[in-house]
């Protein structure tokens, strides 16, 4: 299994420009979350998605769109990138989400992305 | 969602046990306790998790207090390859804080 795949690995947009940060998981896990990670900073959750079809805001959601269309893929859309989204981003997934569940979360290497 | 605090940074000597605290007062009872870490230039990787009696795995233990309003995560005996930044994480959401800096020194 690959696990949780990101691409690009690294990405420089311009101001005002869009882009969409892919991210892939082979492990039919049904939650999927993206976070942004900034310099010597913890990690924030940006979106979240509990399975195809279903996506929720999590703490910084501002800037960003998100659709989950299959149980697969979660990709997140930078509609006009700004310097402050400057970041590297995380996608994870993991089996379930939900009152006493176990929740390990399994996650992909990271985008590090500038904008200038 | 209930928070957690853990010291800023620990350091340790190579091959010496290390004991990094969480202090989780507000935990709910259903709420899981997990530890992650994460190397340098890498994603989060799963450490452990526990409810309410202590665990063991290959990589570390996990002592949860009765009361479960804390836990210390142990590494029995600390690598170079440990350094990390450690999270300590209750509940579904998996909030992260800004996590514990583990320094080892050889």
């Known amino acids: 299994n690959a696990g949780v795949t990101q691409t690009p690995k690294f990405q420089v947009l311009k101001t005002g420009q869009s882009m969409t940060l892919q991210c892939a998981q082979d492990m039919n896990h049904e939650y999927m979350s993206w976070y942004r990670q900034d310099p010597g900073m913890g990690l924030r959750l940006i979106h979240y998605s509990v399975g195809a079809g279903i996506t929720d805001q999590g703490e910084v959601p501002n800037g960003y769109n998100v659709s989950r269309s299959t149980t697969e893929d979660f990709p997140l859309r930078l509609l006009s990138a700004a310097p402050s989204q400057t970041s590297v981003y995380f996608c994870?997934?993991?089996?379930?989400?939900?009152?006493?569940?176990?929740?390990?979360?399994?996650f992909g290497a990271g985008t590090r992305l500038s904008v200038l | 969602d209930a928070k957690t605090t853990q010291p800023n940074s620990m350091e340790s000597n190579e091959e010496e046990p290390v004991h990094l605290p969480c202090n989780h007062s507000?935990?709910?009872?259903?709420?899981?306790i997990h530890w992650y870490r994460q190397l340098p230039s890498q994603g989060p990787e799963y450490v452990i998790h526990?409810?309410?009696s202590n665990v063991n795995n290959r990589m570390a233990s996990l002592a949860i207090a009765e009361d479960r309003k804390s836990s210390t995560l142990i590494l029995h005996r600390a690598t170079l390859r440990d350094a990390a930044v450690y999270y300590c994480i209750l509940g579904n959401k998996l909030v992260f804080g800004a996590g514990t800096i583990l320094r080892v020194k050889s």
């Open positions: 526990g409810l309410t």
């Open positions: 994870a997934s993991s089996y379930s989400i939900g009152g006493a569940a176990k929740n390990i979360q399994y």
């Open positions: 507000t935990i709910s009872g259903t709420d899981y």
